[in-house]
């Protein structure tokens, strides 16, 4: 029997819709919204006067080559802006490349704790979500290659990883880069790699190079402050991004954000003000947190993963925090129900939380020594 209403393609409603963070406490007076990894620095001022500048042009259409854009990503990483795609934040990007090269029947791999838009992508390219185990809250190389088979098109990688802050060294993705069938793209999602200080870790443009399967992705919306204007990029082989480019909706960058983008990129100072101010806090945040009793997974991003006995203290903490104007990210849609992702803030939104914690856990502080 033919259907009587419209249905969408096979899968659809496989896919789970991706839920963010919640960014209210109903009756509490003061909020610090620590659950979106958002910069407490807020965006570079030249950016904010970037786009007060271009409300004078809101009537045109953008570049919809964001020429302008490509080329100062270009000037500031020293790439090929030809192999530059831009786009309303790193998420689209994911999803024009699973669109591009995943058809019904296709595999795509991701940790187990891999950031969710993966297996939203995948699914809504018509493929098959494959999950590799993670070992101590990373992603394992060997757990990835034991998953890639005859089916398998691409391989996602968030480095770091979000929600668990953890990360592989450079040696360890050139050795996953290299064992992968040369018809699989690795997909290196590296939004927060600005923050990361390690100094084994890159973000991968040194594979993407030489490559012709190897892409990495990149945002303005973490470090740069820009999340509220939808803006990402990626750098790819040139086959890659010229398939992307067919896809891709004409103006799918807005006038705006690249205008902000580009003021961002000249704002260096900005962006070291951030990576210091992440560094001490993440660091002092570990610290606290630790003497308290509390778990903490060792991250190189700017937010840290709380972990709780159980699923219900996580949501008992959820619950106390809010009331104290804490808002932190719930992450048991990332198979830890069990945790909380707290964003590094402010000075005073920082404090506040490890004396938030500090109440809560006071019951139970005994039983944790």
């Known amino acids: ?127 098959t979500p494959v999950v590799a185990a993670e070992k101590n809250h990373t992603a394992n190389v060997d757990a990835i290659l034991a998953k890639v088979g005859p089916k398998t098109k691409m391989v996602f990688i968030a480095n770091p990883n979000n929600p668990t ?83 891709r909706p004409p103006f799918n960058t807005n006038g705006a954000a690249m205008a902000a983008g580009i003021a961002s990129l000249q704002d260096q100072g900005h962006i070291d003000k951030a990576v210091a101010h992440n560094k001490s806090w993440l660091d002092w945040l570990a610290a606290e947190l630790g003497a308290l009793g509390l778990e903490t997974t060792p991250s190189v991003a700017n937010f840290l993963l709380l972990h709780f006995k159980d699923a219900q203290e996580a949501a008992a903490a959820d619950h106390f925090l809010t009331s104290r104007g804490l808002i932190l990210r719930a992450v048991a849609a990332y198979g830890l129900p069990h945790c909380l992702r707290l964003t590094v803030g402010s000075d005073e939104a920082n404090r506040l939380v490890v004396e938030a914690l500090r109440d809560f856990l006071k019951p139970t502080s005994a039983a944790r020594a």
């Open 1 to 127: 029997m033919e259907p009587i209403t419209p249905r969408p393609r096979e899968g659809v409603f496989r896919i789970d819709p991706y839920v963010p963070g919640k960014s209210a406490a109903p009756g509490v007076p003061r909020i610090f919204k620590l659950s979106s990894n958002e910069t407490p620095l807020g965006p570079s001022p030249r950016a904010q006067e970037a786009v007060r500048a271009y409300a004078d042009h809101l009537d045109a259409y953008p570049d919809g080559a964001a020429k302008a854009l490509r080329t100062a990503i270009g000037e500031s990483f020293d790439l090929d802006p030809a192999r530059i795609i831009c786009g309303a934040g790193s998420d689209e990007l994911i999803h024009l490349l699973a669109a591009a090269y995943l058809e019904p029947g296709d595999e795509g791999v991701f940790t187990e704790h891999g950031f969710l838009v993966y297996k939203i992508a995948i699914l809504a390219a018509g493929g």
């Open 165 to 247: 802050g953890t990360y592989l060294p450079v040696a360890e993705i050139e050795r996953l880069a290299a064992r992968l069938p040369a018809h699989v793209i690795l997909v290196l999602d590296a939004a927060y790699a600005e923050y990361v200080t390690a100094r084994d870790y890159s973000a991968g443009v040194e594979l993407v190079g030489p490559s012709e399967n190897v892409v990495m992705t990149r945002t303005f919306s973490k470090i740069h402050g820009l999340a509220g204007l939808r803006l990402g990029w990626c750098y790819a082989p040139l086959a890659v991004a010229d398939a992307i480019n067919r896809i």
